[in-house]
């Protein structure tokens, strides 16, 4: 069965430097999406992106942050100066077309010192 | 924030017993969903319930939903230990929006 792939598993990176975020969605989605999870609170959304452009973006997901489908099979999370309550599980979403469920990838831990 | 809280925070039954977690939400919404999270790991996409329906099963899940209390339970009967998780209940917005808004989820843990 198809599934969204997320690269790298876990990031470690100083405060003030630059990560991206990889993940591959299911082949024939149209919809992505990027949420995050601080450990132990909520699952957060960040934004959303449909037919190259961002569709929605939450309060969190600031001018630090950007999204790009450099390709036709992955989609990205860049943050620009990473902070240290950037530290969080970022998981990646898809769905397809004229569905509401989004199919989730095992997401990536993403720790800044 | 449109998601509430789901309860119980956590929940302790043995192998056999059926588990019953609650949800609730504040707005309107287009549908509710389940997910599964194990330790550490990914979403797993459980059920979606359509605000006009009432109840849907899925194998051993059957998920309700009452729109006039904003609320919804999900009831994993015949537990087995590979159950032991953590269970989102997540809504969307009816205005078109298509991002979800999680709740703070329910430990449950089956021992066997």
């Known amino acids: 069965e198809p599934e969204v792939t997320q690269t790298p598993s876990h990031q470690v990176t100083q405060m003030g430097q630059e990560v991206i975020l990889r993940c591959v969605p299911i082949?024939?989605?149209?919809?992505f999406y990027w949420y995050r999870q601080i450990l132990g609170q909520k699952v957060e959304f960040l934004v959303s992106?449909?037919?190259?452009?961002?569709?929605?973006k939450s309060e969190i997901f600031d001018d630090q942050f950007s999204v790009e489908r450099p390709d036709g099979s992955n989609f990205t999370l860049k943050i620009r100066s990473t902070k240290l309550e950037d530290s969080a599980m970022y998981f990646c979403a898809s769905s397809p077309q004229g569905s509401d469920t989004q199919y989730f990838g095992p997401g990536t831990r993403l720790t800044v010192l | 924030s449109q998601q509430g809280e789901e309860d119980p925070q956590a929940l302790s039954i043995q192998e056999g017993e059926n588990a019953t977690m609650n949800c609730s939400y504040k707005t309107s919404i287009n549908n509710l969903q389940w997910y599964r999270q194990n330790s550490g790991r990914g979403l797993v996409h459980l059920i979606l319930i359509r605000s006009n329906e009432r109840e849907k099963h899925s194998g051993r899940l059957r998920v309700t939903l009452d729109t006039s209390k904003k609320s919804s339970s999900l009831l994993i009967t015949a537990s087995r230990a590979a159950d032991t998780a953590s269970y989102f209940c997540?809504?969307?917005?009816?205005?078109?929006?298509?991002?979800?808004?999680f709740g703070t989820g329910t430990r449950l843990t089956v021992i066997p």
């Open positions: 992106f449909y037919n190259n452009e961002i569709s929605e």
């Open positions: 082949s024939n989605h149209l919809y």
């Open positions: 997540a809504t969307d917005a009816t205005a078109g929006a298509n991002n979800l808004f």
